[in-house]
């Protein structure tokens, strides 16, 4: 079964930093561009960051520039998201996904959308406060 877990969120203060997992199970990540997303509570579903196929692109949204960082290991079938300089407004749940095709346009030039990705986790809390 197709199934994504994250993990490696928690309780921070502001300035501080977490590292975010997104384990695949059932299929290989390999051929597909990985979205972190994140929602906050009352609010839409929005992309965080994402990595195309062979890691050779990454594009974020603008909130988090310079903050996170996306990468993969393929050969652990894992993606991750390095969060640094963490703001109370990066708290949310994040979650992973894959993109709904192989196309290597996924990922091309702008951060992910929640219309082209898939097979959602379960997400991993992540709360910013001091």
């Known amino acids: 079964q197709l199934q994504f877990v994250e993990s490696g969120g928690g309780l921070v203060q502001p300035g501080g930093s977490l590292r975010l997992s997104c384990a695949a199970s059932?299929?290989?990540?390999?051929?597909?561009?990985i979205g972190w997303f994140r929602q906050a509570p009352g609010k839409e579903r929005e992309g965080v960051a994402c990595?195309?196929?062979?890691?050779?692109?990454?594009n974020y949204a603008d909130s988090v520039k310079g903050r996170f960082t996306i990468s993969r290991d393929n050969a652990k079938n894992t993606v991750y998201l390095q969060m640094n300089s963490l703001k109370p407004e990066d708290t949310a749940v994040y979650y992973c996904?894959?993109?709904?095709?192989?196309?290597?346009?996924?990922?091309?030039?702008?951060?992910?959308?929640?219309?082209?990705?898939?097979?959602w986790g379960q997400g991993t809390q992540v709360t910013v406060s001091s």
């Open positions: 059932g299929f290989t990540l390999d051929y597909y561009a």
């Open positions: 996904a894959k993109g709904y095709t192989t196309s290597q346009l996924m990922c091309f030039n702008s951060p992910p959308h929640t219309r082209f990705y898939n097979s």
């Open positions: 990595i195309s196929s062979g890691g050779g692109r990454t």
